[in-house]
């Protein structure tokens, strides 16, 4: 057995480590994720006007912040009880504020942070024993998707031709939310009650045409199927199969026309999508479409066991249709992609806040376990000696707590998402390959999933900016600062990576007696639980191969692309897994409180 | 290029920008931006053609990659853009490289290529580089740094190690600064022990280089996020050497480190404000949602010490107070020196915590305070 543990996991956002055990045959049999920072401004909020929390908790993750702050307002809209009022526009203005703010965080997982390893040489090598065809899909991916300041045995690397585009979208996307938001990172407009700021006429066009700029780099370098058909035969497909097969039919095309001629570029019609759609899976390549060769990406990054992993979303955008007010408690069918859980059997069942709790048993802290949220407690060590990470999985390893559904561990994000709304293409990709053998969550539907959504978003947020936001309608409702006296929230959202709740109480002046908030890593990344259940990135690790395409050159222990796609895949965000804040426990001293 | 243009591009490039006086810099870069400026540096480049690459060694503390992002969404030229012309090699950046820790039973494995932990011990044995550190130090608990560990390694010995062998270092944002929202006021801050790399809030002895007995000076680009101007002219002006360090740092730097050019002290956010024409007609806000000044609801912008307001943001679209009420998140301190952020502020203690007596004297350009007590006076119907 062979220790490989990736210290620190890079290009994402934070800090954290990955741990495994590694057989001679290159299997996973044992993994441990461990969050590497304690930053610990749990009480900032407390005894402060709750009203701030929405412009600081930002400053939780400064590459999602609109999330965070959403989140904020839901639990102030609740907390000053005038969630049911908040006027439709300030609904559809927040939506916008979000859909670009997941649309950028997406583009920039998939472009930035995650798209690199498709570079890794690793790849070079397995294809090269593929000759012209395999090096004609090695230089697709090392000239789309190849980082800045790269280099391979020595010779500098240019940048892929995808992610130099990608930087300049996300950074329009950005300005498209400075628009409405003053700034990007750290806009000031959130607020409980409605919307800090009126979008103008102008305002409107504006966005509208950063949009269509926006979409001109996705059908040049995205997706090569025109936009409304692709929408209209997935998304809107009459059946999980259909959607499937519009996509396979639709590779199938490319396929015959480039394999003669090993031309795999853009201009032969492969955007990216179409490009890892095709290449990214075992399934799909080499099963369906009888490809020589795919990266695999669908036999790493499972679950073994469907009984020990649930799909979690509290529910995410509005609807506008609805009129004013939303139900803070965000019952199914209250939001746009609208909350729930599903099995790792994919079966469907409501979602139930009362059934989250969270284990500290794995975790750098000394109070009691398995508390509901509202109710926790964090007394973090203070003993340098006991903040270690290689003690092995029976040990505490992480700062990251271990949040639980009902007792079972859920995987958050986009995949969840796309489940939880019966999507027909993410739905009919995770059926097949249930029914094939393979794990419908890997790493490749969880790209798939990111991607699908993004276009799903992007198609909404067309509707909100200009069929559902009127200029001139009402944008906030007045705030009566006195109903926060003795008051509690809850402000269920979802960030681009995942499901985000945040809960605030106030003390009898108005001020913050208690804020928490349980993020989308605290989830995905978490460690061990009391009953010894690993968390889902742990479990997805275990079983998989660590070398590129199935180990098919042998085991490299020094370059485990496998671990790097795992960990990455599920859009990591550190820093809002144990930056949050939660402020129970007030009266005892040492009770920093994290999750 | 028009000649007029051009003959201001020649009169930029003669002279140290960051020596300039506030007017005559807002008034270039106002009309210009950061474009031109690198545009003349790039003039300079060629003109020099032994100009040599310039590593950047670029470390993640404790922090929410806001900076980052920030600078992500420089704006003509962009981010990819600068690095080129200012001949950058961004060398280490945990978010953007290849690279990754790799260890197989507990040794590093690969190389510099896949291997940032080998890089990064490279690049520091190296030396010659810019150090800029993002995100805040932890020196708890109990003085260990554990708060953080980063391949086995507290990040507040890497911070000491990287800032040895530097040649310059900046503390890009509130918390590389000062603390940031990790040093802010709680019942656990002690603990924690949050510190910036030359400061703890305003106190300049309390930076965790003095906790680690480095003597180096640093240049702070303050905000929360910084400006992607602010982070990327000062880089360039070091590249370029317009600025000597440290002969150069006493003329362009303020008491709290950050370059008077961009955080002017006799310029507040307040005077260029897009909704001061209401301030002095005296409409102001008690809601939101409407276009009247935000001091009521707690705008401070009156203390905000940056050229937000001229230079704006993304790409020159918008201000902070286009939209709502300014934090001043560039003062040092921040957020307690802006906290409640929704109540009016009326001039007191606000900008630097508890001592009034100290803001009046040595923080706050006498405007800004006339306006505070203006702002006030208005109110009260005087």
Not at chain 1, 213 to 237: C, E, G, H, R
Request: charged share 20%; proline share 6%; with cysteine.
């Amino acid at each position: 057995m062979v220790n490989v543990t990736i210290d620190p996991l890079t290009r994402i956002e934070g800090h954290q480590r990955v741990s495994t055990e590694v057989g001679a045959d290159g299997v996973i049999t044992d993994a441990q994720s461990s969050s590497l920072m304690f930053r610990g401004f749990e009480r900032i909020l407390q005894n402060q006007d709750p009203r701030d929390a929405a412009i600081l908790v930002q400053r939780i993750c400064g590459v999602c912040p609109i999330s965070h702050c959403l989140a904020a307002t839901n639990a102030l809209d609740n907390l000053y009880g005038v969630a049911e009022h908040v006027p439709k526009d300030a609904l559809v203005t927040r939506n916008i504020f979000q859909a670009l703010n997941t649309i950028a965080s997406h583009a920039t997982h998939i472009y930035v942070l995650w798209g690199p390893d498709l570079a890794n040489p690793a790849y070079r090598n397995v294809l090269a024993t593929l000759k012209d065809t395999g090096n004609a899909i090695w230089k697709e991916m090392v000239g789309r998707f190849a980082p800045i300041s790269y280099k391979i045995d020595g010779i500098p690397i240019p940048a892929g031709t995808s992610y130099l585009a990608a930087i300049p979208e996300k950074k329009r996307l950005q300005e498209a939310i400075a628009i409405i938001g003053g700034r990007m990172p750290g806009p000031v407009t959130p607020y409980p009650g409605g919307y800090f700021y009126k979008p103008t006429v102008a305002d409107v066009v504006k966005i509208s045409s950063y949009y269509l700029q926006v979409m001109d780099f996705v059908s040049k370098y995205t997706l090569q199927v025109p936009f409304d058909a692709w929408i209209a035969n997935t998304y809107k497909a009459s059946s999980p199969k259909k959607a499937v097969n519009f996509v396979v039919e639709h590779l199938q095309g490319l396929i015959n026309k480039s394999l003669s001629t090993n031309d795999f570029s853009r201009e032969a019609g492969w955007g990216d999508v179409e490009f890892y759609a095709a290449f990214g899976s075992q399934l799909v390549g080499e099963t369906l479409l009888h490809l020589p060769a795919s990266l695999k990406h669908d036999s790493i990054g499972g679950y073994s066991d469907p009984s020990k992993i649930n799909f979690l979303s509290y529910g995410g955008f509005y609807k506008p249709e609805n009129g004013d007010g939303y139900n803070p408690s965000s019952p199914a069918g209250d939001r746009f992609l609208t909350s729930g859980i599903v099995t790792g059997k994919l079966e469907h069942k409501d979602f139930d806040p009362s059934k989250v709790t969270e284990s500290i048993a794995h975790s750098f802290y000394e109070n009691n376990d398995n508390l509901p949220p509202a109710k926790g407690e964090t007394v973090p060590f203070t003993d340098p000696g006991k903040i270690v990470y290689d003690q092995g999985p029976n040990s505490r390893y992480s700062w990251d707590k271990a949040p639980r559904y009902d007792g079972i561990p859920c995987e958050v994000g986009p995949l969840a998402r796309m489940l939880a709304i019966k999507e027909p293409l993410v739905t009919g990709l995770a059926l097949a390959f249930h029914e094939n053998g393979y794990s419908a969550a890997n790493v490749y539907t969880r790209m798939m999933a990111r991607m699908q959504e993004t276009t799903i978003i992007a198609n909404e947020l067309l509707k909100w900016v200009t069929v559902d936001f009127d200029p001139k309608g009402k944008i906030a409702v007045p705030l009566d600062l006195s109903k926060a006296n003795d008051s509690h929230g809850m402000g269920l959202w979802e960030a681009p990576r995942g499901a985000l709740g945040h809960w605030v109480s106030t003390d009898s002046k108005g001020k913050v007696g208690t804020y928490q908030c349980i993020v989308p890593g605290t989830w995905n990344m978490s460690p061990r639980d009391s009953a010894g259940i690993p968390g889902p990135l742990e479990q997805s690790l275990v079983g998989s191969k660590i070398s590129a395409v199935g180990n098919a050159l042998g085991v490299d222990y020094s370059n485990p692309v496998g671990i790097f796609h795992i960990g990455r895949s599920y859009d990591p965000c550190i820093s809002c897994a144990v930056h949050t804040i939660d402020l129970t426990g007030k009266n005892a001293p040492r009770a920093l409180r994290i999750l | 290029m028009s000649t007029g243009i051009k003959n201001l591009v020649q009169t930029l490039d003669s002279v140290d920008f960051l020596k300039m006086d506030r007017r005559t810099f807002m008034k270039a870069v106002g009309f210009l931006g950061a474009s031109t400026f690198l545009s003349s540096f790039q003039t300079e480049i060629v003109n020099a053609l032994e100009f040599a690459e310039t590593k950047i060694v670029w470390l993640h503390g404790s922090e929410c990659t806001g900076c980052s992002e920030s600078l992500l969404n420089a704006a003509n030229p962009d981010i990819l853009q600068a690095l080129t012309k200012l001949n950058v090699n961004l060398a280490y950046h945990e978010t953007l490289l290849a690279q990754q820790g790799i260890w197989v039973d507990n040794k590093l494995a690969n190389t510099s290529e896949l291997n940032s932990e080998i890089l990064l011990d490279d690049l520091i044995k190296e030396g010659n580089y810019i150090l800029v550190v993002e995100g805040a130090i932890p020196n708890g608990p109990n003085g260990s740094g554990r708060y953080l560990v980063l391949g086995n390694k507290p990040f507040k010995d890497i911070v000491g190690e990287a800032a040895k062998n530097a040649n310059a270092i900046l503390a890009v944002g509130a918390c590389a600064c000062w603390g940031g929202i990790t040093s802010a006021k709680s019942a656990v801050v002690q603990e924690t022990d949050y510190r910036g790399t030359a400061f703890l809030k305003t106190d300049a002895s309390k930076g965790i280089l003095s906790e680690l007995n480095i003597d180096k000076p640093v240049i702070n680009i303050a905000g929360c996020p910084p400006h992607p101007d602010w982070i990327l002219l000062t880089l360039g002006a070091v590249i370029l050497g317009k600025i000597r360090i440290p002969d150069d740092l006493p003329d362009i730097l303020d008491q709290y480190h950050r370059p008077k050019v961009f955080y002017p002290p006799d310029h507040v956010v307040h005077d260029n404000c897009p909704r001061r024409g209401y301030y002095d007609q005296g409409l102001f806000e008690d809601q939101a949602g409407g276009p009247y000044c935000l001091w009521k609801l707690g705008c401070k912008a009156p203390y905000a010490h940056g050229d937000c307001a001229i230079r704006k943001w993304n790409n020159s679209l918008s201000v902070c107070t286009q939209a709502g009420p300014c934090s001043a998140c560039v003062e040092p301190g921040w957020p307690d020196s802006s906290r409640p952020l929704y109540v009016e502020s009326e001039g007191k203690g606000v900008l630097l915590g508890e001592n009034v007596g100290t803001i009046a004297k040595v923080a706050v350009g006498a405007a800004a305070v006339a306006a505070g007590v203006h702002a006030v006076r208005r109110m009260k119907g005087e």
